[in-house]
């Protein structure tokens, strides 16, 4: 009788067995042994790599990195996880007289130490206990499965271990293969726990996948019925995400103006803002973003100008020196950052060329002063600022070639 139940529940259970050998086959077995992924072992690296082994703690590369490595590309910004407590971390780290900085993100298992001149961001497995739409209360786990789960995007849930193991409880991988984004488990739910998932969304859509509108039915609705949840969230960290998408975002866009600037800038690293001011007609756009999303003054004041100057400051094409509106512009502002301003407007306007061009100038000073003109019997304060610039304009059509004697003998046969 047993071995007759043996045998007829036998192809059931060999059946669930070859299942648990191909998953751990697959999630255990696959090496990374690409350049881009050998690249990232730095001294730094591998003295972090052994101290963890050193003391019995589980560490593995996390997230986007896994993502970009397994596309082939060196992640710009490595982050690691590990089984290991933030105070295990740091009794290691002091023991081994390693310097940690950073401790902000300490409360929510982030310990950032410094080693070789390099920067290591280490998070402890976590599980999140309660979420409000913008914040977690986490808990701190040794299960790299649970970890995973409270992640965003399968293809953003996988682990990499150092000798190349890719760890993928969610298939990432055939996600990223197949040009899927997907969220972990239940949109709604991924969703709820962080309203600022939408735009992630939509920002590895817009990367990853080939086809404009094969999203999953399913995802759509959930993204509708909790969109109004971005309601909550702060500005800066929208301001965050949204310039993530600009940056990401593919030269073909629908809106004229951005299809047109998204090709003048592609492959020559432009600013989110400069983007995004091909979207804006007016200065005002500019100022209501600032109002929402509280954007850095830097990135305001770039934006204001781009908007301001990009139909008015271009290229002379009736003289030898098609840079000189620029370079005067440039000497007429005098402010510090105004090198770099006109460098934006330059690749927005795709004039490549004018750019590198630009890019290797140094502003000339001007060789005249107030005080040197004093010296040739003017005292009136008022006289002198007229002087100096019917000077500086002489100067400018000189290419900024004219010296202080020939300026200031402009001075007396005036």
């Known amino acids: 009788m047993l071995r ?21 086959q697959y999630l255990f077995t696959m090496k990374l042994q690409s350049p881009e992924f050998q690249s990232l072992f730095t001294e730094g690296l591998k003295n972090l790599t052994e101290l963890f082994v050193k003391e019995n703690h589980e560490l593995r590369i996390a997230g986007g990195a896994v993502r970009d490595l397994l596309n082939g590309v060196k992640p710009q910004d490595v982050d690691f996880a590990t089984t290991a407590t933030p105070t295990q971390m740091k009794e290691m780290f002091q023991s081994a007289g390693i310097r940690m900085i950073n401790n902000k993100g300490e409360k929510h298992g982030t310990i950032t130490a410094r080693l070789h001149e390099e920067n290591f961001e280490i998070t402890t497995l976590r599980i999140d206990v309660t979420t409000d739409g913008r914040h977690a209360e986490v808990e701190f786990t040794t299960d790299w499965q649970k970890d995973a789960e409270r992640r965003d995007l399968t293809i953003n849930s996988m682990f990499l271990g150092f000798d190349g193991t890719l760890f993928d409880y969610f298939n990432g991988y055939e996600d990223l293969k197949n040009k899927k984004v997907r969220f972990v488990g239940h949109a709604k739910q991924r969703i709820q726990e962080d309203y600022l998932r939408i735009l992630r969304y939509f920002r590895f859509y817009g990367r990853i996948v080939d086809k404009p509108g094969d999203h999953d039915a399913e995802t759509l609705e959930a993204i509708a019925e909790n969109a109004k949840g971005l309601a909550g969230i702060s500005g800066e960290r929208i301001w965050v995400e949204l310039k993530k998408i600009l940056v990401g975002l593919p030269p073909n866009a629908s809106l004229e103006e951005f299809d047109k600037v998204s090709k003048n800038v592609e492959g020559f690293s ?35 100008f781009i908007v301001k100057t990009r139909k008015d400051l271009i290229k002379a094409t009736d003289s030898s020196d098609p840079l000189k509106p620029y370079q005067d512009f440039i000497i007429d502002s005098r402010e510090p950052d105004a090198t770099t301003r006109v460098c934006e407007l330059l690749k927005y306007q795709g004039e490549h060329c004018l750019l590198k061009e630009m890019q290797q100038w140094s502003i000339p000073p001007f060789p005249v002063s107030g005080h040197d003109i004093r010296k040739v019997g003017i005292s009136s304060g008022k006289e002198i600022g007229a002087l100096l610039q019917q000077l500086r304009e002489q100067w400018k059509k000189s290419g900024y070639q004219m010296e202080k004697d020939e300026l200031l003998s402009y001075i007396k046969k005036t």
Not at 6 to 22: A, D, E, I, M, T
Request: with cysteine; aromatic share 8%; glycine share 2%.
């Open 4 to 24: 007759c139940l043996y045998h007829w529940h036998r192809p059931v259970l060999s059946c669930r067995w070859n299942r648990l050998c191909l998953l751990k």
């Open 270 to 304: 432009p600013k989110p803002m400069t983007l995004l001011a091909s979207l804006f007609k007016v200065q005002d756009d500019v100022t209501k973003l600032d109002l929402r999303l509280k954007i850095a003054k830097e990135e305001k004041n770039l934006g204001l």
